[in-house]
């Protein structure tokens, strides 16, 4: 029950679309996330998950972006096509196992 009210209170003042979108973001747990990282002159993009509390996982990268704009639209792009085929796979694997 205190979890409720809380969840409300922080939702007070928020439109519905913001709601809707911290309820699902709050389902659902990204387990994968992107780093956008500068090296010397050059951007590096990473797909990257946590492992555990203190270990992060890279699963994806590229590097040689000249600008970090560059480097996020291609880490968001590739994040969706990456989950997208994680999920395939887990399918597969689940019919595999049934």
């Known amino acids: 029950m205190l979890m409720r009210k809380l ?3 922080d939702l007070v003042g928020l439109d519905l679309s913001a709601i809707q979108e911290k309820s699902n973001r709050m389902a659902k ?9 500068k ?10 998950r ?7 996982v ?14 996020q639209i291609w880490a968001q792009k590739e994040l969706m ?3 997208e085929n994680l ?5 597969k694997h689940d019919e595999k196992r049934n």
Do not use: M, P
């Not at 747990?29 to 990282?37: E, Q």
């Not at 090296?39 to 990257?48: F, H, K, Q, R």
């Open 7 to 9: 969840l409300v209170i």
């Open 81 to 83: 096509t990456f989950v």
């Open 50 to 56: 946590r492992a555990s509390k203190k270990k992060i």
């Open 58 to 71: 890279v699963s994806k990268s590229q590097g040689g972006f000249s600008s970090e704009e560059q480097a």
């Open 29 to 37: 747990g990204n387990k994968y996330d992107v780093r956008v990282v």
């Open 87 to 91: 999920s395939k796979r887990n399918k």
């Open 39 to 48: 090296n010397d002159t050059v951007w590096s993009a990473e797909i990257v």
